[in-house]
């Protein structure tokens, strides 16, 4: 049976890792870490596939090989960083003078990204609200090169269509980038919607674990494929051996792990849902979600994000965040420990205060990763923080 025909929890598990039985080599179950920053040669003019750590590793190879598997590519390529698979990718793609659309709710960092991008290369970004497809149409220019979206986003988990924004870049010759981080290749695939280019931070659920920092990007085309391979090597943003072997062990549960993710995280939405003490819930798996039936139509789940605004302001925030127990006060997100975080005062803190005013990103906004410990126990401890605020 050829690994192509495999289904999402088989290739998880194996592809990448098939033990080798040819003569001399050890038939490993697992990848081994392979530390070597060079592989010798036999003769000067014939190098093997493998020459110097930085433009292939066996192990990044295996983990590569994954990648693309999962988000159903043709290619997968490894970074360092989700950031360094980010600035990877507008290195290879942008000029000066030209002009990228993004969704107005992006994560922080690559918001930062595009306004130093700007400043020193003399591009334009217009962050539009891509819920309303429409907006995004509108702020085409000639000197388009990108559209960069998430869906769900980060903090407020606004979905847009994927399919009809892919529809309006190709008919303008413009590339579709979809970050997939919240809802991982285990709940969507956004190159089957038609983007160009998906990206990942793999230190989120891909790794899980909260002990890797790991980008990924995938891809179909093979001239793109191979300049962006090019830059991988050329800019040396790759990850260590250790890291790919720690994110190819990690996958192996994934889809075990979004379950639990998703069923935890719709318990606490419902709960909070009904919370007087809450404002505003933000999950895309309660029909209250504006882009609820969008979400259903493109994704095969709806994660293990939640958001919400709590009565109040700052205060009543820092109160309620700081009376936890159980969930851990910390940035980052996708591990299987609960997280939760204030991103007004964290995660979001590197944008100015103008563009969260836009985003809506409020001072009484709480943004909750929801892990995988018994449910009982997480909402028992966010009902002992509530009643703590005042
Ligand atoms: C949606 C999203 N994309 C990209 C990144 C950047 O990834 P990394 O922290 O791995 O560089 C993050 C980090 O939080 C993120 O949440």
Not at 25 to 47: D, G
Not at 222 to 250: I, M, W
Not at 368 to 386: C, K
């Amino acid at each position: 049976m050829s690994q192509q025909n495999f289904n999402f929890d088989t290739c998880s598990i194996h592809i990448g890792e098939k033990p080798d039985f040819s003569e001399g080599s050890k038939s490993e179950v697992v990848a081994p870490i392979y530390l070597s920053t060079t592989y010798a040669r036999k003769e000067v003019k014939n190098p093997g596939y493998f020459q110097y750590s930085r433009c292939d590793n066996p192990t990044r190879f295996a983990l590569e090989q994954r990648y693309a598997s999962l988000e159903k590519t043709r290619y997968g390529l490894a970074f360092a960083s989700g950031l360094a698979a980010e600035a990877t990718v507008l290195f290879t793609l942008i000029n000066p003078g030209d002009h990228i659309i993004g969704f107005d709710d992006l994560y922080g960092g690559t918001k930062r990204l595009f306004n130093q991008w700007k400043e020193k290369y003399k591009i334009a970004v217009s962050l539009v609200d891509a819920t309303k497809t429409h907006l995004v149409e509108e702020a085409i220019r000639p000197e388009t090169k990108i559209i960069w979206l998430e869906t769900p986003t980060n903090p407020l988990l606004k979905i847009c269509d994927i399919a009809a924004i892919s529809e309006i870049a190709h008919r303008h010759h413009i590339l579709l980038i979809v970050d997939n981080t919240f809802l991982s290749p285990c709940f969507q695939n956004p190159s089957v919607f038609g983007a160009d280019i998906i990206v990942h931070s793999v230190t989120k659920y891909i790794a899980g674990h909260s002990d890797v920092i790991g980008g990924a990007v995938m891809l179909n085309d093979h001239a793109l494929y191979e300049r962006l391979k090019f830059n991988q090597n050329s800019l040396g943003t790759v990850p260590s051996p250790f890291d790919c072997y720690l994110v190819l062990r990690g996958l192996k549960t994934l889809s075990v792990r979004m379950g639990k993710h998703q069923s935890n995280a719709l318990e606490v939405a419902r709960y909070l849902e009904k919370h007087p003490k809450v404002a505003k819930v933000y999950y895309p798996g309660l029909p209250s979600h504006p882009q609820y039936e969008t979400n259903l139509k493109q994704a095969g789940g709806f994660g293990g994000m939640v958001s919400f605004e709590i009565k109040g302001g700052e205060q009543e925030a820092i109160q309620f965040l700081e009376s936890l127990e159980l969930f851990t006060l910390a940035e980052s997100l996708g591990g299987v420990e609960s997280l939760i975080e204030h991103p007004a005062l964290m995660t979001h803190s590197s944008i100015t205060a103008k563009e969260r005013e836009q985003a809506g990103i409020k001072d009484s906004l709480i943004r909750v990763s929801v892990g995988i410990e018994d449910e009982h126990d997480l909402l028992n401890d966010l009902e002992q923080a509530f009643e703590k605020v005042r």
